[in-house]
């Protein structure tokens, strides 16, 4: 299996800040890599697909970059709306598809 | 608006066969592909596998011998079986679209907790 493993697994910002949380993949997996956001009770929302492109009504402030084992997700201006935890999949052809632990994004 | 509502029972007993439905609406389950996932408490997301109508189906080796999803198109619904469960599958379980064969997840449901206990 493709390991995923993010860094770091909890983040303390204020609102306004910009944070980044990387990701990195156990082989190469190219680009095929995405984003999520999720709450507590809340479907998880797919922010970012592709490494590095939005999903459509995702607010700019969030961007993704990377490619083959190393992969950032970064938040501008961060929003009170954008505390949540963050996880990185890998949706190569190698099977299962896989997911990083998680990051959770705290108030400072 | 595309929306995904999982339902089942809360609570499987060890040994058994856990049983959930996804319920969409604002897409057809004739198309693209529907998927189940999970998260056990204070654990990851995992994956269990995703079916197309047409019957394509890719499934996490792990979990493949007990795991089995199938699709009603009368109702607009997919489900998950998962046979033998243990503790281990205490978790909420989630379903999901994926889009096309190599896409991401791109609608879920909130989310259903099950506990496998006696």
């Known amino acids: 299996d493709i390991q995923m493993t993010q860094s770091p697994s909890t983040l303390s910002a204020s609102v306004g800040d910009t944070v980044t949380i990387s990701c990195r993949a156990s082989q190469n997996i190219n680009a095929w890599l995405a984003w999520y956001q999720a709450k507590p009770g809340r479907a998880p929302k797919l922010l970012i697909h592709k490494a590095s492109s939005l999903e459509t009504g995702v607010p700019s402030r969030f961007s993704g970059s990377g490619s083959r084992t190393e992969f950032t997700l970064t938040i501008t201006s961060l929003q009170p709306d954008d505390f949540a935890t963050y996880y990185c999949q890998q949706y190569d052809d190698d099977f299962p598809y896989t997911f990083g632990q998680g990051t959770k994004l705290e108030i400072k | 608006q595309v929306q995904l509502q999982e339902s089942g029972p809360g609570l499987v007993k060890p040994s058994e066969t856990l049983s959930l439905t996804c319920t969409v609406s604002g897409a057809s389950v004739n198309k693209n592909y529907w998927c189940w996932l999970r998260q056990s408490p204070g654990k990851g997301l995992e994956w269990i596998g995703c079916?197309?109508?047409?019957?394509?189906?890719k499934n996490s080796p792990s979990l493949q011998s007990r795991a089995s999803i199938a699709i009603d198109t009368s109702k607009n619904q997919f489900s998950l079986s998962l046979s033998s469960v243990t503790a281990a599958d205490t978790a909420t379980y989630y379903c999901?679209?994926?889009?096309?064969?190599?896409?991401?997840?791109?609608?879920w449901g909130r989310g259903t907790m099950v506990t496998v206990s006696s």
């Open positions: 999901a679209r994926e889009f096309g064969y190599k896409d991401p997840f791109d609608v």
């Open positions: 079916l197309s109508n047409n019957g394509n189906s």
